[in-house]
């Protein structure tokens, strides 16, 4: 296999040309398609993929949680921003900032 032939064809293939010469080589699909997840209606139904509202990044979707358990139910929340729970958690652990500390 010729290595610099093969990334010029790819550069000049269309996805499913790629897919189809690769064929031979592996069972691989030239129709399979990385299709966005919250386009599924059964994907969006059971809230497996969910959108998010993050104060940085605005609103974003995110996986949500595949299995569902009635007794413990699952949130799927933002994540933090840079140092907004490190107060919460020195003060849970007894602990103080290195500003804070007695010299």
Do not use: C
């Not at 299995?67 to 139910?73: A, E, R």
């Not at 849970?92 to 804070?100: D, H, P």
């Amino acid at each position: 296999m010729n290595v610099g032939a093969d990334h010029e064809f790819a550069g000049a293939a269309t996805k499913r040309e790629f897919m189809g010469s690769l064929n031979p080589l592996a069972a691989l699909r030239a129709d399979h398609e990385h299709r966005r997840p919250g386009n599924d209606e059964h994907v969006r139904g059971r809230d497996m993929w969910v959108e998010i509202d993050h104060p940085q990044r605005g609103k974003w979707y995110n996986v949500g949680m595949p299995i569902k358990l009635s007794d413990s139910p699952a949130r799927i929340e933002r994540s933090p921003l840079l140092g907004e729970h490190t107060d919460g958690v020195l003060k849970e652990s007894r602990l103080r900032r290195r500003e804070e500390s007695p010299a």
